[in-house]
Nanobody
Framework: QVQLVESGGGLVQPGGSLRLSCAAS????????MGWYRQAPGKQRELVAT???????NYADSVKGRFTISTDNAKNTMYLQMNSLKPEDTAVYYC?????????????WGQGTQVTVSS
């Protein structure tokens, strides 16, 4: 299991920006892929963005052009830069890390950080 700690959430006005961080307890080089997911009240958890070890990224259509996922390997940290935030982006944001252990893929989750977009 990889320990993941998110930070950077908060209250922001529509059109504002936030940067979320996800610090991993192990070297990112040992992680196959990392991602950000979010869960709004009464809704299922949904994919926001992923980044693979080779650097390939993937975004949900709803955040394309507004959010950017990245990693800092020296700091074992993943980021989610969120710009042009909308009220519908309000949710608890979770980071994930996938590791390959033999023939098994193991996913770890962070505890979540609240993002609220409201005027």
């Amino acid at each position: 299991q990889v320990q993941l700690v998110e930070s950077g959430g908060g209250l922001v006005q529509p059109g504002g920006s936030l940067r979320l961080s996800c610090a991993a307890s192990t070297s990112i080089f040992s992680i196959y892929a990392m991602g950000w997911y979010r869960q709004a009240p009464g809704k299922q958890r949904e994919l926001v963005a992923t980044i693979a070890s080779g650097g390939n990224t993937n975004y949900a259509d709803s955040v394309k052009g507004r959010f950017t996922i990245s990693t800092d390997n020296a700091k074992n940290t993943m980021y989610l830069q969120m710009n042009s935030l909308k009220p519908e982006d309000t949710a608890v944001y979770y980071c994930s890390a996938d590791r390959v252990l033999g023939a098994t893929m193991s996913r770890s989750w962070g505890q979540g950080t609240q993002v609220t977009v409201s005027s």
